[in-house]
């Protein structure tokens, strides 16, 4: 009870102090609203044909990690993609370092009857190289800002933070999963801080899952190049953001500066994962107009480009991907997609 309040308490006095940036910057606010509706429509529809890549780079990247994992493969694209759309409204509106998604994966693999600990480690997987990739972009946007000398004490010490964050955690994933013991032992600790969070008899968690995660794992580790398409997947879906707060940008009257839309977006990706509310809503419009603002865009305009990429990035998503939750088990009606079904939806899981 204590630490719901107390999370409350943060998200309140969050919202305050986001509330009380937009009070200060009110005179701005006829500036944004005149960008918005002067935005230039060839602009805006560049940036939604972006988005559509954006959901396809996602796709791509989580149906390559199964190929690698052997259960499935790029011909499960067109049916598969609900799911990842739905996984990634998860991710943006639960604060799991993205395994919320992971819940429609493992429903899906369980009505066509598919090895959760495939589906499970392909999922892991996927996670793993879009936090390498985003890594490789925050990397790219910090040296861009470095160079300029636009970049401040504390953003200096806050990204500085956040790559150390990013290399220990990877060095503690290699070390795990260099031992099956430590693998087996670290896949039950979110099933026992479920218990403990929800106050109730430790369950336990299946080991054999586990170990399936950890033969899997094994076949990379075997033959790493394998991994260069997923990697390069999750690659583009960083690419395909940061095209997001370009064209957003563009299209209010911001000029046509992609480096300051990738420096942008890296930083506000940082703000985004430190803030306390879902998808990192008010801290990634904050960061990243701040960021331009620092790059000579006017404030309004600013605001006008963080509030498009938004719509972009996060709310178009989120509302695409409840429709896609809503839609797949009716979707399940189709003998092909009950347990143990025949047919091409089946079948082409194996291709």
């Known amino acids: ?44 529809a560049g940036g939604l044909l972006t988005l559509t890549v954006w959901w396809s780079a996602w796709a791509l990247l989580y149906l390559s990690c199964r190929r690698i994992t052997r259960v499935g493969g790029y011909r499960e694209f067109r049916r598969l993609v609900p799911v990842v759309v739905g996984a990634v409204a998860a991710n943006l509106m639960v604060k799991s370092g993205g395994l919320a998604g992971l819940a429609l994966f493992l ?39 470095w160079a300029s000398a636009r970049l401040t004490r504390p953003e200096v010490a806050a990204v500085t933070v956040f790559l150390a964050f990013l290399v220990a955690r990877a060095g503690l994933l290699l070390a795990v999963i260099r031992s099956r013991e430590a693998f087996v032992r670290m896949w039950g600790v979110p099933a026992r801080w479920r218990d403990r969070l929800l106050r109730r008899p430790a369950t336990g968690y299946d080991p054999s899952k586990a170990n399936e995660v950890y033969d899997a794992v094994t076949v990379l580790r075997a033959r790493p190049l394998t991994g260069l398409p997923p990697f390069g997947f999750a690659l583009g879906v960083d690419a395909l953001g940061v095209a997001m707060l370009w064209t957003a940008l563009a299209a209010v009257g911001g000029g046509n500066r992609p480096l300051v839309a990738l420096v942008a977006y890296a930083i506000s990706a940082v703000f985004g994962i430190v803030g306390f509310l879902p998808g990192g809503l008010g801290f990634v419009e904050v960061g990243s107009a701040a960021v331009m603002v620092s790059f000579g865009v006017p404030v309004g305009v600013a605001a006008a480009a963080a509030v498009v990429f938004r719509l972009w990035e996060f709310w178009l998503p989120l509302a695409v991907g409840a429709v896609a939750v809503w839609w797949l088990p009716r979707r399940r009606a189709g003998p092909a997609d009950r347990p143990g079904g025949s047919g091409p939806a089946a079948d082409e899981a194996f291709g």
Request: hydrophobic share 55%; aromatic share 8%.
């Open 107 to 145: 429903d899906d693999g369980h009505h066509r009857r598919l090895s959760p600990g495939r589906v499970g480690s392909a999922y892991v997987l996927a996670a793993v190289l879009a936090e390498g990739a985003f890594f490789v972009t925050l990397v790219a946007g910090t040296s861009v800002v």
């Open 1 to 44: 009870m204590r630490r719901r309040w107390a999370r409350t308490a943060v998200a309140g006095a969050t919202v305050i102090a986001l509330l009380l940036v937009v009070w200060v910057n009110r005179a701005e606010l006829p500036t944004a609203v005149r960008a918005l509706r002067g935005a230039d429509p060839r602009w805006l």
